[in-house]
């Protein structure tokens, strides 16, 4: 390989990082393509023409499966198509962005919406094609515990442990909206495809459930504003029917804005007339990680569920777990109450 500039050794090296911590026994494949990218001076030359927030792994593996059809086989591949449709590739870069649109954390979501009083207007920040907007829209399955929409497209299975709320009910939901900086139309098949493609290769559950998800909420369609979270927050809350709950809701999105901007949202949406829900990672809201009860594992890779800031539960990333802290019985008997 031919000598590199200190940028793209750099780049080199999240590449490497990425093999060797994100995808590692996660994906094979992943694993192995981002291995190939951090050997390959003509890939890595390619990736240093795009602005700095345009070169990350997930961006140029979800553009490349989502022009071809599918993932590269392997490293020679992968090389044939950002050498041979560069500019295509280009293009979809610079168009597009890396998003999760996950409707599995639904499961986690719908607990704590059951407790609070109805009905309720939902608000979702970061939120991509809306699918985690409808939680009334689905089915789920808690230890076998069944609750919801039995007949919908979209059954999601969550395994519970600790003192916690199981919903018995599903909550009353009259509006929907929200905020993202790259709002998608779940009704635009380019789109849906685009959040199929950032789905990592063997995950195909994930995959047709993002399908299905967005058939629901295709037939219901939610205000979704593009713009700035902490300025739009104000204006789509005014617009929520008086008579409604309005909660805030946003699951990893705040490690995304920089520490500034997480202090100013925390300070904006504290300061409305809202019910919050979070699902962040450990550190990305200090205010939340230090009322829980113990300190998390250095290690700690789940998220943390909370309700106004009050640490409730751990959580899967990507759903399908939940694990109450001691606080949530008492949000049990409150809402039975």
């Known amino acids: 390989m031919r000598a590199l500039d200190d940028d793209l050794q750099d780049l080199a090296g999240h ?3 990425f093999a060797q911590v994100e995808a590692a026994g996660v994906s094979p494949r992943y694993a192995e393509l981002a291995a190939a990218v951090a050997d390959d001076a003509d890939v890595l030359g390619f990736l240093g023409t795009l602005p700095q927030a345009k070169r990350q792994a997930n961006l140029l593996l979800g553009a490349l499966t989502f022009l ?3 993932p590269p086989e392997d490293g020679a591949q992968l090389h044939a198509w950002v050498v041979g449709d560069g500019d295509r590739l280009r293009a979809t870069m610079l168009a597009r962005a890396t998003q999760t649109n996950e409707a ?9 919406l059951a407790t609070l009083p109805g009905p309720l207007a939902l608000i979702e920040v970061g939120a991509s094609a809306g699918l985690c907007l409808y939680p009334d829209r689905y089915g789920y399955s808690y230890d076998g515990v069944r609750v919801g929409d039995a007949g919908s497209p979209v059954q999601l299975r969550c395994t519970v442990t600790g003192d916690g709320p199981v919903p018995t009910r599903m909550p009353e939901v009259v509006a929907r909206a929200g905020a993202d900086l790259n709002p998608l139309d779940p009704a635009d098949p ?6 199929q493609a950032l789905i990592w290769p063997g995950m195909d559950e994930r995959r047709d459930r993002l399908g299905a ?3 629901v909420a295709a037939r219901e369609p939610a205000e979704i504003v593009r ?3 902490v300025e739009q927050l104000p204006g789509l809350v005014a617009r929520m029917p008086r008579e409604a709950t309005v909660v805030v809701f946003h699951t990893a999105v705040l490690a995304y804005l920089s520490t500034e901007a997480r202090e100013e949202f925390v ?3 504290t300061g409305l007339p809202v019910r919050w829900i979070s699902q962040e990672g450990v550190p990305v809201l200090p205010g939340v990680c230090q009322r829980l009860p113990e300190p998390p594992a250095a290690e700690e890779s789940r998220f943390l569920l909370a309700l106004d800031g009050r640490p409730l539960a751990y959580t899967a990333p990507h759903g399908g777990t939940l694990d109450w802290l001691p606080a949530a019985a008492a949000l049990e008997r409150s809402s039975s109450s």
């Open 15 to 17: 590449y490497r990082w």
């Open 267 to 269: 300070q904006t949406v």
């Open 104 to 112: 599995a954390r639904c499961a986690a979501l719908l607990p704590v």
């Open 190 to 195: 380019e789109d849906v495809a685009w959040l």
């Open 68 to 70: 071809h059809g599918g």
């Open 213 to 215: 998800a967005a058939a």
């Open 227 to 229: 713009g700035d979270l």
